[in-house]
């Protein structure tokens, strides 16, 4: 079984349009989280979220709206993509004091 | 600003040799370090850690060295093998301060055979 799995694994889509990634963690984890990888391949965080409750929010546009339902998820809603979103997401968990697992990532490519 | 710097981009190296990947940080209040390792199309996956009360910690082939007073650290892999060839990113985090884990641009290390 995936530990962190995030669906989908590639996406390619037109500027403008929304979309959404969506991430589960089946280890139980309490902390969830998004990050970005840029074309300089740094990976930067996004958000954090700790049992459904928004922890960190860096200096991300407000078109990135992270959903926590419950604390096994996090998905990611992008809307008005713009060419600059292009990137590929990972979505990783944690629980507290611990290390972050990963998923695979999702390479967006915004046309 | 980074915070966390690992100024090698790459490094190549000969089978069986130690491989050495080197991670500078400039926020004291770090206290916990990690090493991941990545390759194409993959997420990072957990490699080794370090609390900042220790200075090394090993793990089979791999080892990690902290130095807190110049705010550096390293990874020894010894011996390395053709299958360690991928990214090596080095993180640090604060335990306390909500868990903002922050990478640095990482290393991309080439074993060869």
């Known amino acids: 079984d995936t530990a962190v799995s995030q669906t989908p694994k590639y996406l ?23 990050y970005k990888q840029d074309s300089k391949k740094f990976l930067k965080i996004m958000f954090s979220y700790n049992n459904k409750e928004l922890i960190i929010n860096e200096t991300v546009p407000n078109r990135f709206s992270p959903k926590s339902p419950d604390k096994a998820h996090l998905n990611l809603h992008i809307n008005s993509l713009e060419l600059g979103d292009s990137a590929v997401y990972f979505c990783a968990s944690s629980q507290a004091g611990g290390k972050l697992f990963f998923g695979s990532g999702t390479q967006l490519s915004v046309l | 600003d980074q915070q966390v710097k690992q100024n090698s981009p790459s490094l190549s190296v000969q089978e ?19 090493w991941y390792k990545k390759y194409p199309a993959e997420g990072p996956t957990f490699l080794i850690s370090i609390s900042s009360i220790k200075d090394k910690n090993e793990d089979g082939r791999f080892t990690v060295f902290l130095n807190k007073s110049a705010k550096h650290l390293s990874l020894h892999i010894v011996p390395s093998q053709p299958g360690d060839s991928a990214v090596y990113f080095c993180a640090a985090s604060v335990v306390e301060g909500g868990q903002n884990f922050v990478f640095g641009p990482g290393t991309r290390l080439s074993v060869l055979p």
Do not use: A, P
Request: proline fraction near 0%; charged fraction near 20%.
């Open chain 1, 12 to 34: 390619v889509t037109q500027m403008g349009n929304d979309k959404s990634i969506k991430c589960e963690q089946n280890l139980g984890h309490d902390t969830m989280y998004w």
């Open chain 2, 16 to 34: 069986g040799r130690i491989s050495i990947l080197n991670c500078d940080y400039t926020n004291s209040m770090f206290d916990y370090f990690l």
